[in-house]
């Protein structure tokens, strides 16, 4: 029976509102402890009747650190709205678009003819414009789900770069975006792409010299990097685009330029000639959490070798970890990495390191739990925090960041560490932990 069904029938005199955040809270309580929604009733209907009184124990079970926590916890408790049909499909298979859209100044255009000569049984069609493609067109998550069916080459006219948008309240790192792209071909569990269901698939632009162009017009010293809507590397072995970004920026040594990924996809990078101001980066997790919530990127194992290599070709690389995910047992995982990172690498060919806890848009939420019924990410006590996203506790997250920060430093007191999308609160919270604390000059 499903679980709304049955909460109608043990609860029939609350009203729908009341009915749903039982609804919400068991389903959540039954994920998480692994016990069934019957069991989790049967034995709130052993002790009080009152709708607060059941609200308040169900609440405390589902988040026991929040409401032990001193002030006022308000859980986010939307309808629970779990529909099959908009599963992700996580079986790993490889890149090999159905269609490829061109528009009319992209079609012979160099990218265009490499898509055509990488997917040779993909149907290629020519469009007016994407905005005239998806004009009356409604895309939803299924949509979103096969959208590596299609990808759209067109020429881009605006936001060539842009200023990274560090969310309200945080302290920000200073980052730049280059857009080269919209939409990633991995699934990971927590990727906020997911709230852009209305793209119609995997977009690249035709024109990157427009974008270079636009660069020169700035006259300043930038910290910049595509990482922002896709991966920068993922597509590299058919968009050709690192070549030609690192080339580019090799002729401005004042700007430092960032490749983020979750790939191994380096040939191209290894074969250019390197440049002090390039960067390459990986996100990086514990190998539990990539099989478990970021399919279809490579293993821990690949992308530390994939950094060896670039190192050895003449680069210095970063790290991020973004999201980093509370469980049981975090502590033991992440400190691996860190220490695997460290084993593997010269600490002075590292860049820098970032540091971000889980964080999403509320909306957000409904959107996982149907793509991905399987992950375990929201498990964690997630609420509303200071910039309205789903964030753990800003004690929760003071406690992960300075753990890292310390195994950070035993390997290396000089590597910059900073924290992504946090407030000034954290991050003087965090610095205070060791000697050299958190850094805010990355260039």
């Known amino acids: 029976m499903d679980i709304k069904d049955i909460v109608g029938k043990r609860f029939p005199r609350f009203g729908v509102n009341k009915r749903q955040e039982i609804a919400r809270l068991l389903y959540e309580i039954s994920k998480k402890e692994d016990v069934s929604f019957e069991c989790i009733i049967d034995g709130v209907l052993r002790g009080p009747t009152k709708f607060a009184d059941i609200k308040d124990y169900l609440t405390r079970r589902r ?11 308000t859980a986010y408790l939307p309808d629970l709205d779990l529909d099959p049909s908009k599963k992700a499909s996580i079986k ?3 890149i090999n678009p159905k269609n490829i859209y061109a528009d009319k100044k992209s079609e012979k255009s160099p990218l265009s003819i490499r898509l055509k000569k990488a997917f040779p049984r993909a149907d290629f069609k ?3 414009s994407l905005k005239g493609y998806i004009k009356d067109k409604r895309f939803d998550i299924k949509d979103h789900n ?3 069916d299609n990808f759209f080459v067109v020429r881009e006219g605006y936001d060539f770069f842009k200023h990274c948008p560090c969310t309200s309240k945080a302290l920000s790192c200073g980052y730049n975006i280059f857009n080269l792209g919209f939409g990633c071909v991995f699934e990971c569990a927590y990727c906020y792409l997911q709230e852009y269901t209305n793209s119609p698939g995997i977009i690249l632009p035709s024109n990157i010299e427009d974008f270079f162009k636009a660069f020169k017009g700035t006259g300043r010293s ?3 990097g595509t990482g922002e809507f896709t991966d920068s ?15 580019f920026f090799r002729r401005h040594p004042d700007a430092v330029f960032e490749f983020k990924t979750k790939s191994d996809n380096i040939k191209n990078i290894i074969s250019a000639k390197p440049a002090d101001n390039i960067v390459i980066s990986w996100s990086l997790n514990p190998q539990s959490v990539i099989e478990t919530e970021e399919h279809h990127t490579v293993s821990l194992e690949r992308r530390l070798d994939a950094a060896i290599k670039c190192v050895k070709a003449g680069f210095t690389v970063g790290f991020h970890f973004d999201p980093i995910l509370d469980y049981e047992g975090w502590e033991i995982d992440y400190k691996r990495v860190v220490d695997q990172i460290f084993s593997a690498l010269d600490r002075k060919t590292v860049r820098w390191i970032s540091l971000g806890t889980l964080r999403f848009a509320p909306a957000l939420k409904k959107t996982i739990e149907m793509r991905f019924p399987q992950t375990r990410i929201l498990d964690g006590e997630l609420a509303p925090d200071f910039d309205r996203k789903m964030r753990y506790s800003e004690s929760i997250r003071i406690e992960i960041y300075r753990k890292m920060l310390t195994w950070i430093r035993e390997r290396s007191e000089r590597v910059p560490v900073y924290l992504c999308m946090e407030n000034k609160n954290v991050w003087k919270s965090v610095s205070a932990t060791s ?3 958190l850094s805010t000059a990355l260039l």
């Open 435 to 437: 000697r050299k604390g």
């Open 233 to 247: 590397l993922a597509l590299d072995s058919i968009t050709g685009f690192s070549t030609m970004i690192i080339d």
């Open 126 to 128: 020519t469009i007016t």
């Open 222 to 224: 930038l910290r910049i």
């Open 63 to 73: 988040f026991p650190r929040r409401t032990a926590s001193p002030g006022r916890f």
């Open 146 to 148: 096969r959208r590596r």
């Open 92 to 94: 790993k298979r490889k």
